[in-house]
């Protein structure tokens, strides 16, 4: 398992040094892990004399867009190279796979940048010469607020928010298995220089809109069990978008809901997509007894090509929704059906 030490945090520390221009970049979809993670280090670097660019391949979730706020590009396919290579060093955030960075993997790959990489995922590829990862950290803003504190630099009150942001949301809001003494230890601080707890939740789950609400309840009534209801599967498709009224980007956090379900150990969610693909999200729980099977459903996911932590996962698959389930849940059967 990978894990951070003063070695790896100042060989950081002198990556941000020699450059002066980077880019940002984090996966596709990005949760509040990735977009506090790109605000964190980008509120981190200015002070170290740096300029960087924030880079996101389509507008910002409205969820994300009350709080993680900041001077963002959005991708523009038709300038790719003049806009990307004008930097002088590229940091990758919140994964090391190229399939999650489809809309510069290309670029990426060819590019002869200085490359840093910021991860505490265990699915990786080999695409940086600078590595920050700790598959220990519960999340990714953990592993920058702990460069922070190793380099003494000071955390502003907006800093301190982002990371919070990627901290909360990555651990459930404290109640995910990977909550520890860490998260609670940086929590403490990060409170201490300026962010609230409470107007961060409140702004990102008591303001959802009508649409979501009733995607989720689109979702719901897919929901279909297997396996003596240890595995939950739901489905969103095309039509149930329309129905909603919903775009993708509200789709976070429904993969959890069947979690609430006593019997239910693995949860799946597929959700069609507008390019003939259907992009399938993996979830277990922590067994609480030694009856009952841990599933690690990254490995899971890493079948498909896809990958991420053993509690959330997931991966992408040409085909609809329908043609995908048979593949994925005969899979989960087979694991469930090991114990």
């Given at each position: ?61 409205e969820r994300y867009a009350r709080i993680c706020g900041g001077d963002y590009i959005i991708l523009d396919a038709t300038s790719l190279t003049s806009q990307l290579d004008e930097h002088d060093a590229v940091i990758v955030l919140d994964t090391c796979a190229y399939g999650q ?140 978008f329309a129905r909603a009224g919903a775009s993708l980007a509200d789709t976070e956090g429904i993969i959890n809901e069947p979690l609430s379900i006593q019997s239910v150990i693995v949860s799946l969610l597929l959700v069609e997509q507008t390019d003939g693909q259907t992009r ?60």
């Amino acid at each position: 398992m990978a894990t951070n030490n003063l070695s790896s945090f100042e060989q950081a520390t002198a990556f941000i040094k020699a450059c002066h221009k980077p880019l940002l970049i984090t996966h596709t979809k990005p949760d509040g892990d990735a977009l506090g993670s790109m605000l964190a280090i980008a509120d981190m670097i200015k002070a170290q004399g740096c300029a960087p660019t924030c880079l996101l391949y389509e507008p910002l979730p409205e969820r994300y867009a009350r709080i993680c706020g900041g001077d963002y590009i959005i991708l523009d396919a038709t300038s790719l190279t003049s806009q990307l290579d004008e930097h002088d060093a590229v940091i990758v955030l919140d994964t090391c796979a190229y399939g999650q960075l489809s809309p510069v993997a290309d670029w990426l790959r060819e590019s002869s940048l200085p490359k840093l990489a910021v991860d505490h995922h265990v699915t990786r590829d080999s695409l940086a010469d600078v590595y920050l990862v700790d598959e220990s950290a519960a999340a990714n803003c953990l592993i920058l607020y702990e460069w922070a504190q190793s380099q003494g630099w000071k955390i502003s009150t907006q800093t301190a928010r982002a990371m919070l942001v990627g901290i909360s949301t990555d651990t459930g809001w404290f109640h995910h298995s990977n909550t520890d003494s860490r998260v609670f230890s940086a929590v403490a601080t990060l409170i201490s220089c300026g962010a609230d707890c409470h107007e961060l939740y409140a702004q990102l789950y008591e303001q959802d809109t009508l649409a979501r609400v009733r995607l989720v309840g689109e979702a719901l009534s897919s929901l279909k069990m297997h396996g003596d209801n240890r595995l939950a599967v739901m489905t969103l498709s095309a039509d149930a978008f329309a129905r909603a009224g919903a775009s993708l980007a509200d789709t976070e956090g429904i993969i959890n809901e069947p979690l609430s379900i006593q019997s239910v150990i693995v949860s799946l969610l597929l959700v069609e997509q507008t390019d003939g693909q259907t992009r399938v999200s993996f979830r277990s729980k922590q067994p609480l007894d030694e009856k009952t099977i841990d599933v690690d459903v990254a490995a899971l996911a890493g079948k498909f090509g896809g990958g991420g932590h053993r509690r959330a996962a997931g991966a992408r698959f040409q085909g609809k929704p329908a043609e995908v389930a048979i593949l994925v849940v005969a899979e989960a059967m087979q694991i469930l059906t090991q114990k």
